[in-house]
């Protein structure tokens, strides 16, 4: 799609996770010679684009916002039924593209390089932001239109041509997105869309760097495929962008006002189902205020709605089938030692049923809340995209920032607390690429870098001016009109100071 429409191998559905028998989608699959026969379409597209002037780049953006603002509702409606995210979230979500839109068309009137000035006279230096190329992103569904947005825009902005593979359960809402794109007069070929499972992004994606169309990988998933990824783009000599899981820790001090954190802890728990990357792994709450934090944190979760996304729930099903099987793995991870204090778990069924919601057929899953999780465990480790959270407490702030950082993690953090000492020495101290005070793990602003450390990311960031980094390279260029040639640290005016000099 977008060069041309590729002819796809194997069809793909899509299916609504509130009824999975309703299909919202059917794609092809395109192989890995397709993917990169898009990167070349795209490479050709993409030096004619560099050559439109940014404001005008930028003036394109401005359509694009104009465009996804006009269709929010039908795009936030499709998210809604596509991925089971409550009507509420998916507007929001669609707003987070409009706002990116908002930045980043001034920035086509701005993309500042710099005159520097020189060692040497009648020498000037200049410095320059050039389009890196191809930009070949790969991104995850659970934000199925705002975080491929991160990539789209800017990356277009600043000159560059974009293959998009979008997650395979969201084919439905990168299809609408991809048109609101086109309908702004987008050249063909500037943006392209291809339809593909894993294995062939992968194979594509290597076919493409060997033949030298792909100049910047974009990857938004799992820390296990990132980690492929950063080594498939290493050896081609790229850094890639990567923007990987979380185990985002919350610690709650003993200062904390208790029923602020709760809400924070519910939304970013069991919001979206817990599935951002975003979402809250484990609270560390202080030991004196455990019994009190963990009573009130288990009533606000069973009292939580979680239902048809349509209506006004904390929470619908979970993404697709792939998740559901995966979070039923996260379950058997609960151990003798752990108490599970938000009362059922598992599938949301006639015979387990949520007060009277039975689920309706669809992916729903209970809440759950596990306390007595211990540093050692696979609960308190590893990323349990879900709606799970694990509870642990600690002593000292010293405790709660080592136990924050233990999992190896880095994408965002939170920290309640009434003590500002205490928020500064957290930030400090927390690995995280993000920090929040007295507000829930969740919620970026798309003028704010977002993106983490450890195995969340390889630092680079996203949003602001911050990610211009990741879509342009600096070019410096210097020129000498003294008609002679001038040598770089040989040819300097020296000025002898007498550094014997004493008062
Ligand atoms: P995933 O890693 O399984 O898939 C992400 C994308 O990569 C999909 O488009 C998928 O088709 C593709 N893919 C899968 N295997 C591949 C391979 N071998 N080579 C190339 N591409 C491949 O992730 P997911 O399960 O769909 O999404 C959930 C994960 O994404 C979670 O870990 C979540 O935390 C993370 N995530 C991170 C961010 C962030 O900004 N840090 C945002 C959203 C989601």
């Known amino acids: 799609m977008g060069g041309k429409d590729t002819a796809g191998e194997s069809v793909y559905e899509s299916t609504n996770p509130a009824r999975p028998g309703e299909v919202v989608a059917r794609v092809g699959l395109a192989d890995a010679a397709a993917f990169a026969a898009a990167c070349r379409t795209a490479k050709e597209a993409q030096r004619e684009w560099a050559k439109v002037p940014a404001p005008v780049r930028g003036r394109v953006i401005a359509s694009i916002g104009r465009l996804v603002e006009a269709n929010a509702e039908s795009l936030a409606r499709l998210v809604t039924r596509e991925i089971g995210k409550p009507y509420a979230e998916a507007l929001g979500e669609v707003r987070e593209i409009v706002d990116t839109c908002d930045f980043f068309l001034g920035e086509g009137r701005r993309l500042y390089g710099q005159t520097v000035p020189s060692e ?3 020498k000037n230096l ?14 995850a569904g659970n934000f199925p239109v705002a975080v491929p947005s991160w990539y789209l825009v800017p990356a277009l902005l600043c000159g560059n041509a974009v293959v998009w593979k979008p997650a395979e359960y969201a084919a439905a809402s990168a299809e609408a997105m ?31 760097l060997e033949e030298g169309s792909v100049h910047k990988v974009g990857f938004t998933g799992s820390s296990e495929v990132g980690r492929k990824v950063g080594e498939l783009a290493g050896r081609h000599l790229q850094s890639a962008c990567l923007e990987l899981g979380g185990k985002n820790p919350m610690v709650i001090m003993p200062d904390a006002e ?5 809400e924070g802890a519910l939304f970013s728990g069991f919001g979206t189902a817990g599935q951002r990357c975003t979402s809250l792994g484990t609270v560390i709450v202080h030991e004196s205020v455990h019994d009190e934090f963990v009573e009130r944190f288990a009533r606000a979760a069973r009292e939580a709605r979680i239902g048809d996304p349509e209506q006004d729930v904390l929470a619908g099903p979970l993404l697709d089938q792939k998740f559901a099987d995966r979070y039923e793995e996260y379950l058997t991870w609960i151990q003798p030692h752990h108490q599970v204090v938000s009362g059922s778990t598992g599938k949301i069924t006639k015979d387990n049923p949520r007060g009277d919601f039975d689920g309706d057929g669809g992916l729903y899953y209970h809440p ?3 306390d ?31 136990l924050a950082n233990r999992p190896g993690y880095g994408l965002s953090s939170s920290i309640y607390t009434t003590d500002p000492k205490h928020a500064f020495r957290f930030r400090e101290g927390i690995s995280a690429g993000m920090v929040s005070v ?17 195995k969340s990311g390889n630092g680079s960031r ?7 980094d990741q879509f342009t390279r600096w070019q410096a260029m210097n020129w000498d009109f003294s008609g002679r040639l001038q040598k770089a640290q040989m040819d300097v005016a020296e000025i002898v100071p007498d550094l014997e000099f004493r008062l």
């Open 372 to 402: 007595g999780v211990r540093p050692g465990d696979r609960l308190f480790l590893e990323e349990t995209f879900g709606p799970i959270v694990g509870v642990t407490t600690f002593t000292s702030l010293d405790e709660a920032v080592e």
């Open 178 to 208: 991809y048109r609101l794109f086109a309908a702004s007069g987008l050249p063909d070929g500037v943006l392209n869309v291809v339809f593909a499972d894993g294995a062939q992004t992968f194979a594509g994606l290597e076919l493409a």
């Open 368 to 370: 759950v809340i596990v």
């Open 438 to 454: 007295n507000n829930s793990t969740s919620g970026a602003e798309a003028h704010l870098p977002f993106g983490g450390n450890g």
């Open 462 to 468: 996203q949003s602001g001016v911050w990610v211009l």
């Open 126 to 139: 200049f410095t320059f932001r050039n389009p890196v190329g191809v930009a070949a992103v790969i991104t």
């Open 120 to 122: 040497m006279p009648d």
């Open 258 to 262: 208790l029923d602020l954190a709760v």
